[in-house]
């Protein structure tokens, strides 16, 4: 992972000694200098660095005014660089990674770069959860999926498959073959469990069915709708954008466009 950081410093002397104890640093790149506020803001638009040591006391537009002005996309992370540490209070209030005294040490810029490699580490972890996470939710016409409800539904689709789908009816316990089953869609507070030759009824909501059911087998195609998905003969694409689905039995169902991403599950 290669680091991309910008000096900011009204000093060129200091500037240069930052960039030498750099040199150390085989995955620190040096994309540019600036030697006050305005011309860094300019330096990160054009370069993107994901690395900047801000001198606090620049003339003009100082290291405080200038993380105010960056947009929060552009803003990276930020070491400052100062002779006075009555700033270290405000520059940590600024969410800094870390605060050097001058004359810099080489041995605390080194920790310095090294808090900046975890915390890169850290937040590409985070953005590629995110990416997955958003992945899995339109794949699953969730689009809030969350991570503890992900975690949830891998630890479901590692236990042994059930079979049959237990349904409550007039103080009896019917278990239907999952095979059977058709579709099933949501009627009020109930839904309706559609199978070849019978209708059943259950108290449940569709999210409540949707973790009780195998998503290899079983997948939303609509807010009010769950189809079995080996029991699907035929896929018809409609002027609208929008699917209909013409099961084994004949039944035809909607895909709504929500649900598009399903269509290669369907295939």
């Known amino acids: ?37 305005r011309e860094a803001f300019f330096a990160i638009s054009e370069h993107l660095p994901t690395l900047m040591f801000l001198d606090v006391q620049m003339p003009g537009v100082d290291g405080f005014e200038l993380l105010r002005a960056v947009p929060l996309a552009q803003l990276p992370l930020t070491v400052f660089v100062t ?71 891998a630890d479901r689709m590692a236990q042994p498959v059930e079979e049959r789908l237990a349904i409550r009816d007039a103080g009896r316990i019917l278990r239907v073959p999952l095979e059977e089953i058709l579709w099933i ?32 087998r079983f997948q939303r195609i609509h807010r009010s709708t769950i189809v079995n998905v080996g029991r699907v003969k035929e896929l018809r694409a409609h002027l609208n954008g929008e699917y209909f689905l013409i099961l084994d039995s004949g039944q035809q169902l909607k895909l709504s466009r929500s649900y598009k991403d399903k269509v290669r599950l369907l295939h």
């Open 1 to 37: 992972m290669s680091i991309r950081a910008l000096i900011v410093d009204d000093e060129p002397l200091a500037r240069r000694g930052i960039a030498l104890r750099l040199a150390r640093h085989p995955d620190v790149e040096i994309v540019g200098e600036a030697a006050n506020g």
């Open 83 to 153: 002779a006075y540490d009555q700033y270290a209070l405000q520059a940590f209030e600024a969410n800094a990674i870390d605060y050097l005294l001058k004359p810099i040490e080489d041995a605390r810029l080194d920790a310095a770069v090294e808090r900046v490699r975890r915390a890169l580490t850290a937040r590409d972890a985070d953005d590629h959860c995110a990416r997955l996470l958003r992945l899995l939710g339109n794949v699953s016409g969730r689009p809030d999926l969350t991570l503890d409800e992900a975690l949830v539904d």
């Open 185 to 216: 869609d949501a009627a009020g507070d109930y839904m309706c469990v559609h199978t070849g030759k019978d209708t059943h009824v259950l108290r449940a909501t569709m999210r409540e069915l949707e973790g009780r059911l195998d998503p290899r």
